[in-house]
């Protein structure tokens, strides 16, 4: 049975750092494209980052480029988005997501087959 868990989410002040985690169990890690997406109230899940299965090649949305670093541990089957500089409009429940040998970076949550139950994170102004 695939598990995917997240944690590291929190308050934190504008400009401040949260490092997440993505743990992931039952499947074959390094086999995955490992994506993060985020989710507000009231609006749609939007794509965050991801890093692909075959390397280390990434992708970022254009508003969280250069302050979000994506990365992954395979041999501890775990992925991480450091966030810096964050702001009040990156407040969202933030989840993680795993797509099996995915070519490129996939921006759509269908093209995703395994999700974790989400971590909030919360920026205050």
């Known amino acids: 049975q695939v598990q995917v868990v997240e944690s590291g989410g929190g308050l934190v002040q504008a400009g401040g750092s949260l490092r997440l985690s993505c743990t992931a169990s039952?499947?074959?890690?390094?086999?995955?494209?490992m994506g993060w997406f985020r989710q507000a109230p009231g609006k749609e899940r939007e794509w965050v980052s991801c890093?692909?299965?075959?390397?280390?090649?990434?992708d970022y949305t254009d508003s969280v480029k250069g302050r979000f670093t994506i990365s992954r541990d395979n041999a501890k089957n775990t992925l991480y988005l450091q966030m810096n500089s964050l702001k009040p409009e990156d407040t969202a429940m933030y989840y993680c997501?795993?797509?099996?040998?995915?070519?490129?970076?996939?921006?759509?949550?269908?093209?995703?087959?395994?999700w974790g139950q989400g971590t909030q994170v919360t920026v205050s102004s």
């Open positions: 997501s795993a797509a099996y040998r995915a070519r490129g970076f996939p921006p759509r949550s269908d093209e995703y087959t395994y």
């Open positions: 039952g499947l074959r890690f390094a086999d995955y494209t």
């Open positions: 890093i692909a299965w075959w390397g280390e090649n990434k």
